[in-house]
């Protein structure tokens, strides 16, 4: 394979030398496969929720132990397109375009009434599923669970941004899947989600269908000496020096959200440059920028009081109680009952988060935007 120009890598997976630590986690997502267990991994977004599970993915095959399967149901809308989600992994996992997909897979296509044809940019398979009633999802769905059943090595389903199927029109959703992941108890489930408190909720509120069906693993920032012996070691090969000061202010400034800490690290690296203060504020001040039209729109979202609610949450980075009197007065927001509407709203929605019993943006580069104006 080959080596990335950039070793701060900022999409997909490239391989274990170009992927910081999580050893805690990686022999955590072992003894869940080794010991026949689902799991389930949430943390705020842009965290490296997808590259861990493919870098278990890549020992789990090194080791010929078993078989990784990725989906992501972001984007999708109804059980339908899930459903079309998972055979088209199905496809692009055990289907080989020089060959075809084989008569297994074949039988497995014809079943659920799927045609495979190859994608015209990316040469990928895709597959094509005609209409189908909500009542056929889940015999496609068994048909999909007795064909992986059938492999000879252990297969591990990641479902990633599995909360979205909270928003699917259909009812008992959760129940459908619930019961596809129970009657196929030698497939391994992994489910993955951003929207922190949903995820907490699915797997454990005793009314939903998923309770304690899984094991729980917050994803939490990469250690910090971890993390920044691998960034010194890169730079050092690239012959640029970076102080554990220059480190340490991109950890500050980043929150350690491990897709912003690789940005301005990948933004560093390409400048090959001495790495000094300023451009370091260089860097910091470009990547905002580039997101201001984004950003900008995204406040014609919001009210005046929510965006004045924002603004004070950014300005103080975390809030013990967006309700007190001391924090309301200061930022001038009136009654406390609008702050927790307002603020309500913002959880539901994911745009702030409470962590460690404190209430933050989630997102870190949209609170650095917010703090510039």
Same mark, same amino acid.
């Given at each position: ?19 910081? =630590? ?8 072992? =003894?869940?496969? =080794? ?28 080791? &010929? ?22 055979? +088209? ?24 009434? #799927? ?25 496609? $769905? ?41 009657? @196929? ?6 489910? +993955? ?21 899984? *094991? $729980? ?12 012996? @691998?960034?010194?070691?890169? @730079? &050092? ?11 340490? +202010? ?16 990948? &933004? ?20 905002? *920028? *580039? ?8 406040? *014609? ?10 603004? #004070? ?61």
């Amino acid at each position: 394979m080959r080596k990335p120009a950039n070793p701060f890598v900022l999409s997909g997976y490239h391989s274990p030398g170009y992927f910081c =630590d999580r050893e805690e986690e990686l022999k955590w997502l072992f =003894d869940q496969f =080794d010991n026949e267990r689902n799991s389930v991994i949430y943390s705020r977004r842009r965290m490296g929720k997808t590259a861990l599970i493919n870098h278990f993915f890549h020992h789990l095959e090194k080791k &010929k132990s078993g078989q990784g399967i990725f989906l992501d149901l972001l984007g999708t809308t109804n059980i339908s397109e899930a459903n079309r989600k998972i055979a +088209s992994a199905i496809v692009q996992k055990f289907g080989n375009p020089q060959k075809g997909i084989g008569a297994k897979l074949a039988r497995l296509m014809g079943a659920i009434g #799927a045609k495979v044809g190859l994608d015209p940019v990316t040469g990928a398979p895709e597959i094509s599923i005609g209409l189908q009633q909500k009542e056929e999802i889940p015999h496609s $769905l068994e048909a999909i669970g007795r064909y992986l059943s059938d492999e000879k090595k252990p297969i591990v389903i990641c479902v990633d941004e599995f909360q979205q199927i909270v928003n699917y029109p259909e009812k008992n959703v959760e129940a459908t899947f619930r019961a596809w992941a129970q009657s @196929f108890p030698m497939i391994r489930f992994i489910f +993955s989600g951003s929207h922190r408190q949903m995820m907490i909720s699915m797997f454990s509120e005793a009314s939903r269908p998923f309770y304690r069906s899984a *094991q $729980l693993l917050h994803l939490d920032p990469i250690e910090a000496n971890a993390y920044r012996e @691998f960034i010194i070691s890169f @730079f &050092k090969k690239n012959k640029q020096a970076i102080s554990d000061d220059h480190i340490k +202010s991109i950890f500050d400034w980043t929150r350690m959200q491990t897709y912003y800490v690789q940005l301005v690290c990948n &933004k560093l690296y390409g400048r090959g440059t001495t790495i000094d203060w300023d451009t370091i504020e260089e860097v910091f001040h470009e990547i905002v *920028q *580039q997101e201001v039209p984004l950003f900008s729109s995204m406040q *014609q979202l919001f009210t005046s009081f929510q965006w004045k609610l924002l603004r #004070a949450i950014a300005r103080e980075e975390y809030v013990a109680n967006p309700l007190s009197k001391d924090f309301i007065g200061k930022h001038h927001l009136g009654a406390a009952s609008s702050v927790s509407t307002a603020l309500n709203n913002f959880l539901e929605k994911d745009f702030v988060l409470k962590e460690h019993d404190e209430y933050t943006i989630q997102d870190t580069l949209f609170m650095r935007y917010i703090q510039q104006l």
